[in-house]
């Protein structure tokens, strides 16, 4: 059974720092992309970052230079350091692994959310000005 299991998420005030991590058991994972999706109530679940098992890491717009996304494939885990956070940062954040190892993705087909198969519960973070 695949399980990816989210934590680190919390409340704090704009310009501060998070660091999210994802545990994946399951599957092998250093064959898989892994990604960070983020979703509010009023929008659709959005791409944040992935880290392919090529260790090649692409990042939105909207966080390229404040977020980075590694992953330790000794301990099967992605993570997702997040600094200068703003309010619109604040969302639930997921991560995903990709639904076929070994993919080969362009960063366009990375971030649509059909080309993930396994998602954890999300976690929390909320940013107050």
């Known amino acids: 059974q695949v399980q990816l299991v989210e934590s680190g998420g919390g409340s704090v005030q704009a310009g501060a720092s998070l660091k999210l991590s994802c545990a994946v058991s399951?599957?092998?994972?250093?064959?898989?992309?892994m990604a960070w999706f983020r979703q509010t109530p009023a929008t659709e679940r959005e791409f944040v970052a992935r880290v392919t098992w090529r260790h090649i890491v692409d990042y939105a717009a909207s966080v390229k230079g404040r977020f980075t996304a590694s992953r330790d494939n000794g301990l099967n885990t992605v993570n997702l350091q997040m600094n200068s956070l703003q309010p619109e940062d604040t969302a639930v954040y997921y991560c995903?692994?990709?639904?076929?190892?070994?993919?080969?993705?362009?960063?366009?087909?990375?971030?649509?959310?059909?080309?993930?198969?396994?998602w954890g519960q999300g976690v929390q973070v909320t940013v107050s000005s």
């Open positions: 399951g599957l092998p994972f250093v064959n898989y992309d």
């Open positions: 995903a692994a990709d639904r076929s190892y070994f993919a080969i993705r362009t960063p366009a087909e990375a971030m649509d959310v059909r080309r993930y198969d396994y």
